[in-house]
Structure formats: C-alpha cells, structure tokens
C-alpha cells in the first residue's frame, strides 16, 4: 500500500491532514493459492487411499486365494457342507477386518473420514475383482471338470435335461463371484467409513497445535498503518507544536 500525505499550516498554527490511501490492485493471487493448495490435497488423499485399499486388497485376496485353493482340491464337488461354511465365513471375518484396518490407516494420514472411506472403498475393489477372477479360474480348470464326470457317472437329475444341468452349473459358478464384486465394494465402503471415524479421531489427538500465521493475508494492511481518513496521533506531550 502507498501513502501519499498533504500538510497544510492553517494561521493559528493548528496542524490538518489529509491522508489517501491507495490500494494495489488485486490479482487474485490468494484465490488462486487457495485453489492450488487445495488441489495439491485432494490428489493426496487420493494416493493415500489407494495405497492402503490396494495393500488390504492383495492381502485379502491372497486369503480368498489359497481358501479357494483349499476348497477347490479337496472338496470340488461341494459335498462337506462344514468346510464351505466354515472357510466362508473365516473369508468374510477377514475382509470385514482388512476393510477397517484399511479406513484407520488412511483416515489417520489425512484426518478426513472421507479418507477411509474410499480406501476401504479401494480395497473392496481389488478383493472383488481379483477374488472373482481366482474363484472362476478355479472353477472352470478343476471344479467344473470334476462336476461333470461326477454326473456322467452317477446319472444327472432326472428333473431337468443334462444341457440345463450343465447350463447351471455354470451359470452358478460364473453368476455368484460377479455378484460378489458388488458385495466387496458395498462392505468395503461401509467399513472403511466405520474405520474413517476411528482413524480421524486418533489424528485429531495427535495433530500438533497450529501456529498463529506471521503475516497478514494478502491483501489486508499492517496493523500498525492508520485508517483512511485518519489523523496520525497527536505528538507527544513536552514536544513543541509547530
């Protein structure tokens, strides 16, 4: 800012002033640091919780990996009711805990539940699609096989035709790990969110306090500079008036 100061003595000795103040223009340069500091974030974030969703994704869908490895070889026709059950469920504990742990870690990062939320978002994704990716694979080299020589030797189901048996088996091994993509991503995001809550209050606890910013923002004057349209103070007492 420029000050430019007239000076006038009247006769009685008496001192007026006349001040102006002159602005430069704005450029909008705060707005544009604002606009670039805040696209500097959002990509961060971004990155953050792809990170952590692609971490607990490749974990979760080495769990589905060698479950389905385990079940594929030794039960391929689905006859030990216990085992399914009992590995789909240890699947399901497993995914529920990698979609939180992946919500904590990168909310606490970044302090957004947002954050968590599509990490765990993230996470179901990679999960959904690699876990339908392994379970079809599987299916269609070691199950699929075996199911149909189970049925040339035992006799298919009298009730319908053996193309419509074979039909659904299909159907039914390709149909449930597509449908399951969409379950991964809906859990994931709700878990993550649940873990995003979790982790933002455990980096709110931790934020260190914010220091008071040294200069003024731009635009605004110092402090100490007079108002337009304010005198200067008077002198001090002692000194002579002129």
Not at 106 to 135: H, M, R
């Amino acid at each position: 800012m420029s000050v430019c100061a007239n000076i006038a003595l009247t006769g009685n000795q008496k001192l007026s002033s006349s001040i102006s103040f002159k602005k430069w223009p704005f450029n909008g340069s705060s707005k544009e640091y604002t606009v670039q500091q805040q696209n500097s974030v959002t990509p961060q974030r971004g990155k953050i919780a792809l990170r952590y969703g692609l971490i607990f994704g490749l974990i979760q869908a080495a769990i589905a990996l060698i479950s389905a490895l385990v079940t594929s070889l030794t039960d391929p026709l689905g006859e030990n009711a216990g085992l399914a059950l009992g590995l789909g469920v240890f699947i399901f504990l497993t995914s529920l805990v990698a979609y939180f742990v992946a919500g904590i870690l990168a909310a606490k990062k970044t302090g957004k539940v947002s954050t968590g939320t599509i990490s765990g978002l993230w996470a179901g994704v990679f999960y959904g699609v690699l876990g339908c990716i392994i379970t079809v694979a599987l299916f269609l080299s070691i199950r699929y096989p075996k199911i149909i020589d189970h049925y040339n030797t035992v006799g298919y189901p009298t009730t319908i035709t053996p193309q419509a048996t074979q039909a659904a088996t299909m159907v039914g091994g390709i149909g449930f790990p597509i449908f399951g993509i969409a379950i991964a991503i809906g859990v994931g995001a709700g878990i993550g969110a649940l873990g995003g809550l979790l982790g933002r209050s455990q980096a709110q606890k931790n934020a260190p306090p914010q220091p008071y910013p040294a200069q003024p923002y731009p635009g605004q004057p110092y402090p100490a500079q007079p108002y337009p349209g304010q005198p200067y103070p008077p002198p001090y007492s002692g000194q002579p008036s002129r």
